[in-house]
């Protein structure tokens, strides 16, 4: 079995300074990982993946992840945030190999205010 | 990216009715699709994988005769409640497996209150 852990669920930021949300998995297996964001009432949108090869995972809107498999985190980082980046983070979790179902962590709320 | 829909956005419903809700890949085939359910403020919590011509696989404590799930094609899947009740309003989700990319992407969700 797997599971998510996104130990913050609340983190407040101010504009333009740099964020981190956290992620840690757990798995017997190779995973796949993710993180997506949810904006109220819409569904999720892909930010970025591992899937393998490079550590450090660059996806839209200025985001980026680190794969560390000794510490089995993937965190979510930005250098610097805007206001629209507000929005709800989910971290997830799937087998290699699996018909990708998708363990989710709890949700991390990012509030970015002036 | 892929897009995936979902029909309707919102849907108000008495108690006792039945709802259909679609899910379609607009611009892949995907074989596999999934069904969520998401409680306000809480996470996305699996309740059945969708494969295309056959039958679905429910996830431990989802009533399969409740949440009727077809898949007829490979662009197509449908979540049907049936006998609707208030407990079952929520935020329906569904995703689909691009299998070039082995990546699931999200529908924009159906909002389901059920009166």
């Known amino acids: 079995a797997q599971s998510v852990t996104q130990l913050d669920s609340q983190v407040p930021v101010f504009e333009e300074a740099p964020v981190e949300l956290r992620c840690n998995y757990s798995?017997?297996?190779?995973?796949?990982l993710f993180w997506y964001v949810q904006y109220p009432n819409q569904g999720l949108q892909l930010l970025l993946k591992?899937?393998?090869?490079?550590?450090l995972v660059k996806g839209i809107n200025g985001f980026e992840a680190e794969f560390n498999k000794s510490q089995t985190s993937f965190h979510l980082r930005k250098p610097s945030v805007h206001i629209s980046d507000t929005a709800e983070y989910f971290c997830a979790v799937t087998h290699t190999g699996t018909a990708s179902k998708l363990t989710f962590g709890t949700g991390t709320r990012l509030q970015v205010t002036l | 990216g892929a897009v995936v829909s979902q029909h309707p956005s919102w849907v108000i419903c008495k108690s006792g009715t039945s709802v259909k809700i679609e899910c379609r890949s607009l611009d892949f085939q995907a074989t596999t699709m999934f069904w969520y359910r998401q409680f306000p403020k809480q996470s996305l919590m699996l309740m059945a994988t969708s494969n295309e011509g056959s039958k679905a696989t429910y996830e431990q404590g989802v009533e399969k005769d409740k949440f009727l799930i077809n898949h007829a094609s490979l662009t197509l899947s449908t979540l049907t409640v049936t006998s609707a009740h208030p407990e079952d309003s929520s935020f329906y989700i569904c995703s689909a497996r691009d299998g070039r990319t082995d990546t699931q992407y999200f529908g924009p969700g159906t909002r389901l209150t059920v009166l």
């Open positions: 591992y899937l393998s090869g490079s550590t």
């Open positions: 798995s017997s297996v190779s995973v796949y």
